[in-house]
């Protein structure tokens, strides 16, 4: 069974400019979450999907960050413009969403580095 | 709201020395509790995970957790550890029911020497 797959696996931009990054999830799961991993920190939950509708993003930075589902499938998540303090790992996760458990999935992350 | 305390960011060990990596958790409710571990480059892996019942668990590499209610810890344990344990051990917690999500500790980094 193919995994969470991310890209780029690394990207540097300088502040102020606009980054993208991509996920596809596990086939037929329905719940796809973007977490950011700061250096020295767990991760926190940007964003939860579940199917194409945003279940959770009070953690969203939404004045510049943005991220769409469309079709309930693969994932984009921009940020707009980029700051410093943005560097970071940014994981993407799906899990089936059903039921009162089920396991989410990690994919191997975006290193993003704003120079 | 829920919180995880990783209280260690690093713990320096022995090769087949025994090892705990402690984890306590604040929750106003029920929650389930994970380990997930982290390699150099990699994503997060599920070590192991307590949803209910018996509340000792194992995963396949010998490594096991006990959550104890009370102390509201989910300490991770292994006898005897080997050079390829080294990495980054998290701890997570998440709410038993509707669509809740994983909140995570910092993480303690485990270092396996020879």
């Known amino acids: 069974e193919a995994g969470v797959a991310q890209s780029p696996r690394y990207k540097i931009i300088e502040k102020r400019q606009s980054v993208a990054f991509w996920c596809n999830p596990i086939?037929?799961?329905?719940?796809l979450y973007w977490y950011q991993q700061i250096l020295g920190q767990g991760p926190k939950l940007l964003i939860q999907?579940?199917?194409?509708?945003?279940?959770?993003d009070s953690q969203l930075p939404k004045d510049r960050f943005s991220a769409e589902r469309l079709k309930g499938v693969d994932s984009t998540l921009k940020i707009q413009p980029a700051k410093l303090e943005d560097s970071a790992v940014y994981l993407c996760?799906?899990?089936?969403?059903?039921?009162?458990?089920?396991?989410?999935?990690f994919g191997q992350g975006t290193r993003l580095t704003v120079v | 709201a829920q919180s995880v305390t990783q209280l260690d960011s690093q713990v320096p060990v022995f090769e087949e020395a025994p090892v705990e990596l402690r984890c306590n958790y604040s929750?106003?409710?029920?929650?389930?509790l994970f380990w997930y571990v982290q390699y150099p480059n990699q994503g997060l892996q599920l070590l192991l995970k307590?949803?209910?019942?018996?509340?000792l668990v194992e995963s396949i590499n010998g490594f096991e957790a006990e959550f104890n209610k009370s102390q509201t810890s989910f300490h991770l344990r292994k006898p005897s550890v080997h050079i390829s344990d080294t990495a980054e051990y998290f701890c997570?917690?998440?709410?038993?029911?509707?669509?809740?999500?994983?909140?995570f500790g910092k993480g303690t980094m485990l270092l396996v020497s020879p």
């Open positions: 996760a799906s899990s089936l969403g059903r039921g009162l458990y089920t396991e989410a999935f």
């Open positions: 086939s037929g799961h329905a719940t």
């Open positions: 999907f579940q199917n194409n509708g945003v279940v959770d």
């Open positions: 929750s106003s409710v029920s929650v389930y």
């Open positions: 307590y949803l209910s019942g018996s509340t």
């Open positions: 997570a917690v998440r709410p038993n029911s509707g669509y809740s999500t994983l909140t």
